[in-house]
């Protein structure tokens, strides 16, 4: 059973910069995708950012891409989330999932098995 603990939420003045870690216990498959989601008040759970583990590719939500870089260190077991320039558009809870998924599917949230419990990030203008 994979576990899932993101930290480094927080709250952040616009143009501000956080960066979120997710570190997963249990084992991680070659095969899986590391995403993060997020989720703003009244919203639905929108895709952020994907890597897959075995090899490292990234993929962005256009919203985020060019601001924010998820990265993984697969010795620690641990992914992260790198963002920079911040709006206060991307308040939001933050998510981390794991799963073996298809890449048509790397975008919804119901290909995956694994949740952390979520981080808060708030921007202020």
């Known amino acids: 059973q994979v576990q899932l603990v993101e930290s480094g939420g927080g709250l952040v003045q616009a143009g501000g910069s956080l960066r979120l870690s997710c570190v997963a216990s249990?084992?991680?498959?070659?095969?899986?995708?590391m995403s993060w989601f997020r989720q703003a008040p009244g919203k639905e759970r929108d895709f952020v950012a994907a890597?897959?583990?075995?090899?490292?590719?990234?993929y962005y939500a256009a919203s985020v891409e060019g601001r924010f870089t998820i990265s993984r260190e697969t010795h620690k077991n641990a992914t992260f989330l790198q963002m920079n320039s911040l709006k206060p558009e991307d308040t939001a809870v933050y998510y981390c999932?794991?799963?073996?998924?298809?890449?048509?599917?790397?975008?919804?949230?119901?290909?995956?098995?694994?949740w952390g419990q979520g981080t808060q990030v708030t921007v202020t203008s």
């Open positions: 999932a794991a799963a073996a998924v298809i890449a048509k599917r790397r975008h919804l949230p119901d290909s995956y098995d694994h």
């Open positions: 249990g084992r991680i498959f070659n095969s899986y995708t």
């Open positions: 890597i897959t583990w075995f090899d490292g590719d990234e």
